[in-house]
């Protein structure tokens, strides 16, 4: 029988008491559960008398944002545990470190970032965050490029991906990103005020095309170990630091797939932005950060990932001339049409985002709904003739209608 069970705030302290040189003996110590994610617990263990402090995440058998009746496999805590050690061992600066764990109880010990702040309250505070397009460009290149066939022996990597088998959590990203917002479902989830915007999406047959092709993509391009849901809720940041937590979402997938979840939360901030910018200036200022930001996302990823190309290819066809720039144009292409996925489903979908549904104006809400859903499908539209960034500028922009509703 399993041993497994929900762990107490006294049991974390216990487990957190018996880890090896993780607190001095005489610390005294305390335990919070403050996970406010959609899946999991997390527990932060803190010495009152010492600097000493962990987190303990232990997944539960269910999608806590549903409830019981939404049964998740806890193989999903291994899967986000061996991602974690996977990803750090690239970027050892970006990734917590992992302390212990136990795949019978479901649970990771790893480093505590409370010093951190999630990028999404950050942005959503109007903070600037200079570093992180350098760092988060470089997490992308080094994870996707190392973990792909063009980095790593290509029969490893098919034994890698044996270990990232993750159908529980690719089914919520099958069916919330690539299938909800385009049909009735009960998962759907937006106010009644923006039902002609849901009703466009049900009807609109040119844009389910574009999304088969970008769900064909998920479902079989297993390019290299994703992250898998790489939003600006999963990473920690302070000016001069960035962590990515969260790879619960990891398997082998297209790469544009993490390119485009950055890009696309990004936009889904800036969409925010006049419900959040107390003038004109602070919004101009906000917006052209944030648009500059997601161009120097892409950027950095694509200087590193033609850097570890040139440095460490391993795929001897993967030399033939010309080669390099169409894969790097096709994740570009494909990082698009996910970002614009990606948007579109945290308007209608089941899971929302607090840059959108926090904005206290009922109208500056709903302006940026529509805002958000004008760039999404206009991303999503387009993605396969986009060949430059600036052509995902110029979509942005041209989409960007704001004051349908009046203020
Ligand atoms: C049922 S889980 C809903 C969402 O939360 C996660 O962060 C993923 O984005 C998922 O789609
Ligand atoms: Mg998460």
């Known amino acids: 029988m399993s041993a497994y069970h929900p762990l107490t705030a006294e049991e974390a302290i216990q487990l957190a008491k018996s880890l090896p040189g993780r607190f001095p003996d005489h610390a005294e110590l305390q335990c919070r559960e403050i996970g406010d994610g959609n899946l999991n617990l997390v527990f932060h263990v803190t010495a009152?008398?010492?600097a000493d402090s962990i987190i303990i995440k232990q997944a539960v058998p269910y999608a806590k944002v549903v409830g019981e009746s939404w049964p998740l496999s806890l193989d999903r805590a291994r899967i986000e545990r061996v991602a974690l050690e996977t990803q750090h061992?690239?970027?050892?600066?970006?990734?917590?470190?992992?302390?212990?764990?136990?795949?019978?109880?479901a649970y990771t010990v790893m480093e505590d970032l409370?010093?951190?702040?999630?990028?999404?309250?950050?942005?959503?505070?109007?903070?600037?965050?200079?570093?992180?397009?350098?760092?988060i460009g470089e997490f992308m290149a080094r994870t996707l490029f190392y973990t792909s066939d063009l980095g790593m022996n290509?029969?490893?990597?098919?034994?890698?991906?044996?270990?990232?088998?993750?159908?529980?959590?690719c089914k919520i990203t099958?069916?919330?990103?690539?299938?909800?917002p385009y049909r009735q479902s009960a998962n759907n989830n937006y106010p009644d005020n923006i039902e002609d915007e849901a009703e466009a999406l049900r009807s609109d047959a040119a844009l389910h095309f574009e999304v088969a092709l970008l769900r064909h993509q998920f479902l079989t391009h297993g390019q290299a170990l994703l992250h898998g849901d790489l939003h600006t809720g999963s990473i920690f940041v302070t000016p001069e630091s960035t962590k990515v937590i969260d790879p619960e979402f990891a398997f082998f997938g297209p790469m544009g797939f993490d390119v485009g979840a950055v890009i696309g939360n990004l936009l889904l901030n800036y969409a925010a932005q006049p419900g959040w910018s107390k003038d004109a200036q602070t919004l101009a200022e906000r917006e052209s950060?944030?648009?500059?930001?997601?161009?120097?996302?892409?950027?950095?990823?694509?200087?590193?990932?033609?850097?570890?190309w040139n440095d460490d290819l391993l795929d001897e066809m993967a030399r033939t001339p010309g080669y390099q720039d169409h894969y790097v144009a096709q994740i570009l292409k494909d990082a698009a049409g996910f970002a614009g996925c990606k948007m579109i489903r945290r308007?209608?979908?089941?899971?929302?985002?607090?840059?959108?549904?926090?904005i206290d104006s009922d109208s500056a809400r709903e302006n940026a709904q529509r805002r958000a859903l004008a760039i999404g499908?206009?991303?999503?539209?387009?993605?396969?003739?986009?060949?430059?960034?600036?052509?995902?500028?110029?979509?942005?922009?041209?989409?960007?209608?704001?004051?349908?509703?009046?203020?």
Not at 89 to 105: A, G, Q
Not at 290 to 307: C, G, I, K, P, S
Request: aromatic letters at 10%.
């Open 48 to 50: 009152t008398n010492t």
């Open 89 to 105: 061992s690239l970027c050892p600066n970006l990734v917590p470190k992992v302390y212990s764990y136990s795949d019978e109880l």
């Open 114 to 135: 409370s010093e951190y702040t999630i990028m999404r309250k950050g942005l959503i505070e109007g903070n600037a965050y200079p570093e992180f397009a350098a760092h």
């Open 154 to 169: 290509q029969q490893e990597k098919k034994v890698l991906a044996g270990r990232f088998v993750n159908p529980d959590l």
């Open 174 to 180: 099958e069916d919330l990103i690539f299938e909800d």
């Open 289 to 308: 950060r944030l648009l500059q930001m997601a161009a120097d996302v892409w950027t950095h990823f694509e200087r590193n990932f033609r850097m570890f």
């Open 347 to 358: 308007i209608v979908g089941l899971s929302h985002v607090a840059d959108i549904d926090t």
């Open 377 to 407: 499908k206009n991303l999503v539209r387009h993605h396969r003739h986009i060949q430059s960034f600036e052509e995902i500028l110029s979509l942005v922009k041209e989409s960007s209608i704001r004051n349908e509703v009046s203020q």
